[in-house]
C-alpha cells in the first residue's frame, strides 16, 4: 500500500479548497506573525505571506500527494512567485513614472525649452531636448542605416570570403562596445582632437557607432530567413545577382528589416553616456545639429535627477514620461509590423 | 507595391516630425531687474561652477528678458570642468569659483590666442548644509568639520560635535557625509579652509578634487545637497542658495572669530576683510586669506573666466555687455538668491574688466 | 530564322556583360561599406589606445592596483576600485536576475496559457523598453528611499555574511549603495535574459517533453529532465549577455552609487564605483593626462565586456538556437 503510494499511483489528490485552504492560512498565520511580533510594513507582510503560503502548499501536498507531487507544486509556485518578481519592478518602473510624470506632462512642457528658466523656477519645458534627440537620432540613422544595410547585404550574400567572416566579427565585437567607450572616442577624437567642438551631429556619431551594429545584425537575420527557393527563381530566370538582392530578396525582408530599424532607434533614442559626453549643453533652441551645442532628452532626465530643485526633478520626470512614451510607441509599431509580417507567411 | 505600411508610416512620422519642428518656443518667464547696461544679441555657451549656477540662471534670465536675441545657456559642471573646456574651446566663457593654475592658463590663453582674464562676479559663502531629525540648530568648528569629512567622528552625538554644542541633546544617529565627485571650486574653496583653520586635523590638502577618506560623493552641489536632502543624518558643503531652495537648516561655522550665521551681511564682510586682488590690469584674480575673515569665515568670491579677445565681434560684443549688466545692475539680484553683492571696489576692477573685451 | 536567332543571341551577350557590371558595381558598394566599417572600427581602436598610453606612462602608481582617481592632480590613479565596483555590481545583479529570469521564462513557456504567454512576453519587454536614465531618475527617487527597509532586514539577519555587514548602524538611512545600483541593474538586465531563455525554451524538441510526460512525469520533473538539460548552453550564453549588458551600464549607475574610490565588500553601506560611472563624473573636468586615463579605463571595460560577449554568443552559435536580433 504505501509502496503504491510513493510512486504516485495511488495517492490522495489534493482537493481544489485544499490549496486555498493552505493558502488561507499561512495568510491568517502572517497576520498574527505580524500583530504579535515587532515585524512590520506592507512590503514584509506581503513577502512573508508569500513565502508562508509556498512552504504551505508543498506541505501539504507532501502530507496528502506525496513527494514528487509536492516537488511540482512547489516548483509551480516558485515559477508564480518568479513571475510576480518579473511584474513588480514593471508595475512600479512604469506606473510611478507615469504618476509623476503626468503631473508637469502638458502642451507646454512639450513646446518650450528651457530658456530663461532656473532651478527655482517652475515653467519651462523639452522642446529643446525633444528637438535635440530628434536631430541626433536622425543624423545617427542616417549613418547606421544604409551603411548597416550595405554591410548586412555583403555579409549574407557575398558570404564565404575571409572579409565576409571577418566583418561578422567585427560587428559582433561592435554591439560590446560600452556606450560611454563610443562617446569618450568621439570626444577625444571629433570633438577635441578635430576641434569640432559639441554639436548634435557629433551626439549622432556616437549614437551612430551604437546603433550600427544592432541594424546589421538585425538586418542580417531578415535577408537570412528570406527563402533561397525565390532567390534561386529569379536566378533561374537570368535575373542578374544585384537584381536579384534589390528587386526581389530585399523587398520580400523589408518589414522585417524596419521591424529592425525600429527596434534599433528605439535603443539608441535613450541613450545618456554617449550622448553627455559630447553634445555639451543647451537651454535654448538650437536646430543646426552640425554646430553649437545642443540638448537632447535622455540628457535632460540626467541632469534633472541629479538636482537637488523640485522644480527641476518635476521636470526631470515628464521628460522621462515623454522618452518612455516615444520608445514605447516605436516598440509597439515595431511588433505590429512583425505580425503583419507574420501574417503574410512569413 | 512592397513597401505600402513602411513607406505610410515614414511619410507620417516626417510629416509629424515636422509640425513638431515648427511649434516650440523658446519664451519662458520674463524678468523685473533693470537693465541700463544696453543690449547685444548672439548665442553663448558656458559651463562651470555649481556655486554660481543659481546666479548665472537669474542673469541670463533677466538680461534676455530684456534683450531679445540674446541666447546665453550657462551649465552647472563644475570649477574644473569650466575651465577644462574653456581652454579646449568648445564654450565661450567659463565660471569657476577658483582662478586658474599656470598650466591651465596657458591653455586658456592659447584658446583665446592671447590672454584670457578672470575677474569676480559674485560673492557667497558655503554652507555646512546638513538633515538630521533632532537637530535644528548646529555650531561647528574647523576641526569638528575635519573630522566629520574625513570620517573620524562617525555619528552625530560625538564628543566634538557635543563640545561645539553645550547644552544641546543629539541623536545617535550616523554621520553621512557628502563630497563632490566633480572638480569642484567649491571642495578647493572648502578644503583651503579647512588646512588653513584645521591645521593638522585635516590632512587632505586643498583642490578641486580630493582623496576623501569617507563620505559618498555626488556631481555638482545639486547633486550633493539632494543626498543629504534624502538622507537622514546627512551633511554636505555647497553655495547657501541650494540650502535655501530646499529648506535645509546649516550650521554656523567658527572661524578665527565666534560662530557665524551665514548672512549677506557676514559674507560681505568676510569678502571685505579677507579678499585681496592678486591680479593685475584686467585680471582680477585674487587671494582669499581665511585667518583674516571676519563675519562668515567660509566666504569667497566667484570668478568668470573670459578671453581679452574674441575673433567673433558678436560673441565679444555680447560678452561685454552681458557681464558688465551682470557686475552693475546684476548684483541687485545677489540677495534674494543668498548670494552677496560685491563691494563696490571689486565692482569697479570687474566693470572695466569686462568692458575691456573686444574682438 | 537565322536572323532571329542572332537577335536573341546577341541581346542575350548584351544583357551578360551588363548583368556582369551590374553585379560587379553592386557587390563593389556594399563590399566597401563593409570595408569601411572595417577601417573605421580599426581605426577607432587604434586611436583609443594610442590615447591611452600616455595616462598608463604618466602614472605615478600601479594602473591595476591604485584605488584613487587623481591622474591631473598627483598622478596617482588607478582601477582598482573601479573594476572592483563593475565586478561586484555586475555579479550581484547577475545573482538577482538570473533566478528570477529562469523561472518566469519557465512559467511562459512550460505553463502559461497561450495568450497569456504572449502578453506576459511583452511586458517583459517593455522593461527591456525603459531607457537606462528613466531606471537612474526612478532608483534615486523610487527605489532607495523604499529599499531602506530592506537594507535593515539584511544588516540585521544576515549581516553576519561580510556582503551584508554594517558596522556603524549607516542602512538605516538613504543609501547609495553597490546593493542599490545592484538591484538596478539585476531589473535591467532581467528581461535580456528571460527573452534569450524564453527562445531557448521554445526550442526543446516537443517529442521530448511529451515522452516524459507519458512516462508519467509530474511537470517539474518533465521540465528537469527534457526541457533544462539541452537548454544550458544556451542559457549560459543568455546569462553572459546580461553580464555583459550590467558590465557596460553607466547612467542608472552613476545615479544610484556612492562613487566612493575604495574596494569595500560591505554592499550596504553608502559607497562604491564603477568604471562607467567614473568616466560619466569626471570627463568634463578632465584634463589631457586625466582623459587619457578615462580612455585607459574605458578600454579595460571595453575588454572585459568584449571577452564576455564572445563567449556568449560563441555558446548561442554552438547551440544553434535562433537568438533575438532586437537586443
Known sequence: MSTLTATGLRTGVLPRWGLAGAAAGAVAVTVALFALTPFQGTVDFIVVAAVLMVAAVSVTSWAVEGRRRAKDRLATSAALCFLALTLTPLVFVIGYTVKEGIKRFNGNFLTHSMAGVGPISSGGGVYHAIIGTLEQVLVASAIAVPLGLLVSIYVTEYAGGMLATSIRFLIDVMTGIPSIVAGLFVLAFWVLALGQGFSGFAGGLALAILELPIVVRSAEEMIKLVPASLREASYALGVAKWKTIVRIVLPTAASGITTGIMLAIARVIGETAPVLLVVGNNDFIHTNPFNGPQSSLPLFVFEGAGSSSAFDVQRAWAAALTLVLIVVVLYVAARVLTRRNALNGR | MKFPLAVRAAVVTAVGALTIAACGSDNNATSNTANSVGCASGSLTAQGSTFQQNMEKQWTSDFAGKCSGAQISYTGTGSGAGIQQFGSGTIDFAGSDVTMKPDEQAAADKRCNGKAITFPITAGGIAIIYNVKGISSLNLSPKTLAGIFQGTIKTWDAAEIKADNPGVTLPPTAIKSFHRADGSGTTSVFSSFEAALAGSDWKLGHDKTLNWPAGQAAKGSDGVTAGVKQTDGGITYAEVSFAKQNSLPTAKVKGTGDFADLTGANVSQAIDSGFTVSGSGNDVSGNLDFTKMTGYPISTVSYAIVCQKYSDAAKAKLISKFFTYVVTDGQSAADQLGFAPLPQSLVDKAKAAAGSVTS | ?327
Open chain 3, 1 to 327: 530564322m537565322s536572323s532571329v536567332a542572332t537577335g536573341t543571341d546577341a541581346s542575350s551577350l548584351r544583357s551578360a556583360s551588363s548583368k556582369r557590371r551590374g553585379d560587379a558595381t553592386f557587390k563593389g558598394v556594399t563590399l566597401a561599406a563593409g570595408a569601411l566599417v572595417f577601417v573605421v572600427l580599426g581605426a577607432i581602436a587604434v586611436f583609443l589606445v594610442v590615447k591611452a598610453v600616455p595616462a598608463l606612462q604618466a602614472d605615478k602608481s600601479s594602473f591595476w592596483t591604485t584605488q584613487i582617481w587623481d591622474p591631473d592632480g598627483t598622478a596617482h590613479f588607478g582601477i582598482a576600485a573601479l573594476a572592483f565596483g563593475t565586478l561586484l555590481t555586475s555579479f550581484l545583479a547577475l545573482a538577482m536576475a538570473v533566478p528570477v529570469a529562469l523561472g518566469v521564462s519557465l512559467y511562459v513557456t512550460q505553463y502559461a496559457p497561450r495568450r497569456l504567454a504572449t502578453l506576459l512576453g511583452y511586458a517583459t519587454d517593455m522593461l527591456a523598453a525603459v531607457p537606462s536614465v528613466v531606471y537612474g531618475l526612478w532608483g534615486v527617487f523610487f527605489l532607495l528611499p523604499h529599499m531602506i527597509g530592506t537594507q535593515v532586514f539584511l544588516a540585521r539577519y544576515l549581516g553576519w555574511i561580510p556582503l551584508f555587514a554594517d558596522k556603524n548602524n549607516q542602512v538605516s538611512s538613504y543609501s547609495k549603495s553597490v546593493f542599490g545600483a545592484s538591484v538596478v541593474l539585476a531589473i535591467m538586465i532581467l528581461p535580456i535574459i528571460a527573452a534569450i531563455s524564453r527562445e531557448i525554451f521554445r526550442q526543446v524538441d516537443p517529442a521530448q517533453r511529451e515522452a516524459a510526460l507519458a512516462l508519467g512525469a509530474t511537470r517539474w520533473e518533465m521540465i528537469r529532465t527534457a526541457v533544462l538539460p539541452p537548454s544550458w548552453p544556451g542559457v549560459t550564453s543568455a546569462v553572459m549577455l546580461g553580464l555583459g549588458r550590467a558590465l557596460g551600464e553607466t547612467i542608472a549607475v552613476a545615479l544610484v552609487i556612492g562613487n566612493v574610490y575604495k574596494i569595500d565588500w560591505h554592499t550596504l553601506i553608502p559607497g562604491g564605483h564603477t568604471i562607467a560611472a567614473n568616466i560619466a563624473n569626471r570627463f568634463g573636468e578632465a584634463g589631457a593626462t586625466g582623459r587619457s586615463a578615462l580612455i585607459a579605463s574605458g578600454l579595460v571595460l571595453f575588454v572585459i565586456t568584449l571577452a564576455v560577449n564572445l563567449v556568449a554568443r560563441y555558446v548561442i552559435y554552438r547551440a544553434g538556437a535562433e537568438e533575438r536580433s532586437a537586443l
